[in-house]
């Protein structure tokens, strides 16, 4: 019998978009606790807190073919009568998502540039433990795993695509006020009861809390 060479996957390094050949991805969850265990080294690294330009680039192996989401006009109006539809936020689906993600962009990029107040925001700019403990800010439980993958994913292809800087940023500031603004819009409530919501929710048995 002829024997065929088998040709293993190149192996995708904190990825989180779906690959064709089912390549095993590395979930928002575990990359949370990895971020953990690397702030540890950071912290002996001195930051400049008024800058968060100064972050090191993170490279990321395996993202080239990620693509920052478009709609046409004509779309908007079908996926936003798909979300009304919806009664839980764990039902939206991946499209919906990179939807939701790409809709709110602008109100990230205010976040991220200061004209927008996010507590998180102002904590992350003071280094050190205070930077470390928002690991214990991010309320995932109202979401599925395979949803904050997708979040993430569109997140990245937004403000990490060329650079690829910015990635403990985005998991600490920028993915959970992605997820409070989701939920708050989605439930049509303030941003305090949208965070206590998902505060609540982590509480509950099976909640995510890291």
């Known amino acids: 019998m002829e024997k065929r060479n088998i040709v293993k996957p190149k192996k995708r390094v904190y ?3 779906k690959s064709a050949k089912k390549t095993k991805r590395q979930s928002i969850l575990s990359f949370l ?3 953990e265990q690397e702030a540890c080294y950071k912290d002996q690294v001195k930051v400049d807190s008024d800058d968060t330009d100064s972050l090191d680039c993170v490279v990321i192996d395996g993202l080239d073919d990620l693509e920052e989401p478009e709609f046409r ?7 936003e009568s798909e979300i009304s539809c ?7 689906s991946e499209q919906h998502l990179h939807y939701l ?5 602008a109100y990230l990029q205010d976040i991220f540039s200061g004209k927008i107040f996010s507590e998180r925001h102002d904590v992350y700019k003071q280094g050190g433990k205070a930077r470390k403990d928002l690991n214990h800010h991010v309320h995932l439980g109202l979401f599925t795993e395979e949803q904050l993958d997708v979040v993430m994913e569109t997140l990245m292809s937004i403000f990490c695509k060329k650079h690829h800087k910015y990635l403990e940023y985005l998991l600490k500031v920028l ?3 992605v ?5 708050m819009t989605f439930h049509k409530m303030s941003h305090q009861e949208a965070e206590n919501d998902m505060l609540e929710a982590v509480r509950k ?4 809390h890291l």
Do not use: A, C, N, W
């Not at 006009?73 to 996926?79: L, V």
């Not at 919806?86 to 939206?92: A, G, P, T, W």
């Open 73 to 79: 006009d004509e779309e908007t109006s079908g996926i």
């Open 205 to 208: 048995p099976g909640g995510i």
């Open 86 to 92: 919806l009664r839980r936020v764990d039902e939206l």
């Open 101 to 105: 993600v790409k809709k709110h962009k």
């Open 15 to 17: 990825s989180f978009k």
């Open 179 to 183: 997820l409070i603004k989701i939920y």
């Open 175 to 177: 993915l959970p006020e």
């Open 33 to 35: 606790t990895l971020s």
